[in-house]
């Protein structure tokens, strides 16, 4: 199997952190008119299992021999992997409902929360040093297909204790959502991408003013 020819493989990274980047496989989130924090996920990218080892492989999450051990565990637990796939997407809006509420300057959902501590202490029961090259390093020490979700949990925890969250953005862009690390000086970075969201919203801005006119 080919990871790279699958449309996710043409994901655009512009999150700042593995994790952030995980929250931007969607097309978009089209919150309710009615309910404030009801929303409904549009364009997913992740359809099955190999749609989320080939995010990992683009995004080079975990080691290519690695990726290919889950590639076969995939091939022979389909329905194991089924239920890994459900459990990424259930992480995903976690982290996007955790990192919404912190734009927000808000306490994230106790149950949010709750599902971010058993994924981490999941996932970190899956660690160990190694030593390689003369140099102790970390490395994930399963086969399990639920390690293609340990980087990103390890990213979120990590950006959660040791980052910046002010720098913390949602994209500005209508029915967007894609969130991202600001790392320009002034702290003023507005969209996903300048060349999408960014000129959108100028073009619905010159309209807005012609139609007053």
Request: aromatic letters at 8%; one cysteine or more.
């Amino acid at each position: 199997m080919i990871l790279s020819e699958r449309a996710i493989a043409s994901t655009t990274l512009i999150g700042g952190r593995l994790c952030l980047d995980f929250v931007n496989t969607v097309g978009g989130r089209v919150f309710s008119k009615t309910q404030a924090d009801d929303y409904e996920v549009v364009g997913d990218k992740l359809s099955d299992y190999y749609d989320l080892l080939a995010w990992v492989q683009l995004t080079k999450a975990l080691p290519e021999a690695q990726i290919q051990e889950l590639v076969t565990e995939a091939s022979l637990h389909k329905d194991k992997a089924n239920i890994i796939l459900k459990q990424a997407i259930d992480l995903r809006e976690a982290i996007y409902r955790i990192c919404k509420q912190i734009i927000k300057k808000k306490a994230p959902e106790e149950l949010d929360l709750k599902m971010l501590n058993r994924q981490i202490s999941m996932a970190y029961s899956h660690i160990e040093l190694v030593l390689k090259d003369d140099v102790f390093t970390w490395q994930w020490n399963n086969k399990a297909l639920e390690k293609a979700l340990y980087p990103i949990i390890d990213s979120l925890a990590e950006f959660l204790t040791t980052g910046d969250l002010s720098r913390l953005r949602e994209c500005g862009g209508v029915d967007c959502c894609w969130l991202f690390e600001d790392t320009s000086k002034n702290k003023m970075r507005q969209w996903c991408d300048m060349q999408t969201c960014g000129n959108l919203a100028k073009v619905r801005r010159f309209r807005s003013k012609t139609t007053k006119k």
